[in-house]
């Protein structure tokens, strides 16, 4: 075989890859279950580079060069598995399996470790930025076997996004299933960030009584400071966008119910599970579920609550700087908890995850691209123990500035009535980890008291029990 790489699965994402692999110059062989696409992707892109149709599994394998890489980019779920099962009795030993959908991290870590029992590498790989990047640079996020990358790295080098620095932004992971848990938690960021940002938008809309048009200008502005991102960037040009058929802005015109398709909620049971706090990605998942229980709402609307009160034009325009502040604050702790959970999973899987490396990644092709993510990358670079990222001294002190002004637009959206769950379990989680005493001794005290569960106490090694129901003297449990 002459061809370098084979992609079987040709809907939008594979097709995207398959042509950005020949586009950069490499022979790729593809295979699609309804030939109709493979054809079509032949007929329309066939100019691009050097592609070798395949009308069936063994066909596609015959093509290839040894190694060989075939790369699954089919529905995730049971199709993967059974695209796996098709492919694997047609391999030879070193021979490598790239499962690129959105797999749940357990399914790659489960197939990584039945491939490996018969001599082929599973390379579990997180891929970002949708159907655009797929063609022009994704983020790509590969897990496996370290030999794997040897022979994979270098063709996702080519064809990944480039960051400002000309750095790829690709590398490898980890082993098993370190490259699907970062690009979950990579989705479980995206929620927060986008729910972060409609909050924003939500205040400076009812809080500074500004029209979308207004407030995409000031996400516009805002977009050449610290919160330079591609989500910030396509707010704007949603909140700008007119509806053709009413002439209203279309946001108003959309039901305000938002979908999601599980990664977000994978995050936070995977965070649960782990023992890891991820509040403000937490709050995301729950927004959308809120947002979408119709009925409920309904029921709910006549419950009593203030109307929000614009304010007058000065203090609105003080009012839309504090939300920056408020966003840019919340925005670091929803990464500093993502970037906990990455660590938790590391650990807990033995996949030694380079958290500077992540952030480098993300820095271009995937949908949280922003500036701030270099700022991320230098504060673990060779800091990879770096207890979490609020303890960066930059991070630090930026949050630090910014605390005034998102107490007061907390404070504002509570007394105007205006949800804001993001920004206010962001600010609970930093005053939670600032405290000196938290109120889980209280909560110990009550566990002991009905469970007998013990405590241990702050003056000493030990565990004790408190006879609540006799004489309340305390015994040592231990
Ligand atoms: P889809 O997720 O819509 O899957 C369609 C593809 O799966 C088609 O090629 C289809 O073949 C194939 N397929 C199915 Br369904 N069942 C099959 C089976 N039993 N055997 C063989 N092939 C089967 O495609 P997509 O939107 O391109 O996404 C591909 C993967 O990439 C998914 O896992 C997705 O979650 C992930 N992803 C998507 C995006 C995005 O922006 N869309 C971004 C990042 C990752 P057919 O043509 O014969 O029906």
């Not at 490898?172 to 960021?189: E, L, R, S, T």
Request: hydrophobic share 40%; charged share 25%.
């Amino acid at each position: 075989g002459t061809a370098q790489i084979g992609v079987t699965g040709l809907a939008v994402m594979g097709r995207n890859l398959a042509r950005n692999f020949a586009r950069n110059g490499y022979t790729v062989a593809v295979h699609n279950r309804t030939a109709a696409r493979t054809e079509a992707l032949v007929s329309e892109f066939g100019e691009e580079g050097a592609f070798l149709p395949a009308s069936t599994p063994e066909e596609l394998v015959e093509s290839l060069e040894r190694p060989r890489r075939v790369l699954v980019m089919v529905k995730a779920g049971a199709p993967t598995d059974a695209v796996i099962e098709e492919f694997a009795p047609l391999l030879e030993e070193g021979d490598m399996i790239i499962d690129g959908g959105n797999a749940h991290f357990e399914d790659t870590r489960r197939r990584e470790k039945a491939l490996r029992e018969r001599g082929i590498h599973f390379v579990g790989t997180g891929v970002s930025g949708g159907e655009e990047g797929a063609l022009r640079g994704p983020s790509i996020m590969p897990g496996g076997s370290a030999e794997s990358y040897r022979a994979l790295g270098p063709m996702l080098e080519r064809i990944a996004a480039e960051a400002d620095d000309g750095a790829p932004c690709t590398a490898y992971m980890g082993p098993d299933g370190a490259g699907h848990f970062v690009k979950m938690v990579h989705n479980g960021i995206e929620y927060a960030d986008m729910q972060l940002i409609a909050e924003a938008y939500q205040l400076l809309r009812d809080v500074a009584g500004y029209g979308p048009a207004r407030i995409a200008e000031i996400f516009r502005r805002w977009n050449t400071g610290r919160l330079d991102s591609y989500l910030i960037e396509i707010t704007a040009e949603v909140l700008a966008h007119v509806d053709e058929r009413t002439g209203e802005p279309f946001v108003d015109v959309v039901l305000d119910q938002a979908e999601q398709k599980g990664t977000g909620r994978w995050t936070v049971q995977a965070a649960l599970d782990l023992g890891v706090p991820v509040p403000g990605i937490a709050e995301a998942v729950f927004a959308r579920s809120l947002s979408g229980h119709a009925g409920l709402r309904r029921a709910s609307r006549s419950l009593p609550g203030p109307t929000p009160a614009p304010l007058g034009e000065a203090a609105a325009a003080r009012f839309a700087d504090q939300v920056e502040q408020a966003l840019y604050a919340s925005k670091l702790v929803s990464y500093t908890q993502g970037f906990h959970e990455i660590r938790a999973g590391s650990e807990e899987y033995g996949w030694e995850v380079d958290p500077g490396a992540v952030a480098a990644i993300w820095r271009a092709g995937c949908i949280i691209r922003a500036a701030f993510l270099d700022r991320v990358r230098a504060a673990y670079d060779g800091r990879g123990d770096l207890p979490s990222l609020l303890s960066d001294e930059t991070f630090a002190r930026e949050i630090g500035e910014a605390q005034d002004d998102w107490r007061a637009v907390v404070a504002e959206a509570a007394r105007q009535g205006v949800p804001v769950p993001g920004f206010a379990a962001a600010l609970a989680y930093y005053d939670a980890l600032r405290a000196e005493r938290l109120p889980a001794a209280l909560v110990q005290g009550q566990r002991d008291y009905f469970g007998a569960h013990t405590y241990r106490r702050t003056d000493g090694e030990g565990v004790f029990h408190t006879l609540w129901g006799g004489d309340r003297s305390e015994t040592r449990e231990d």
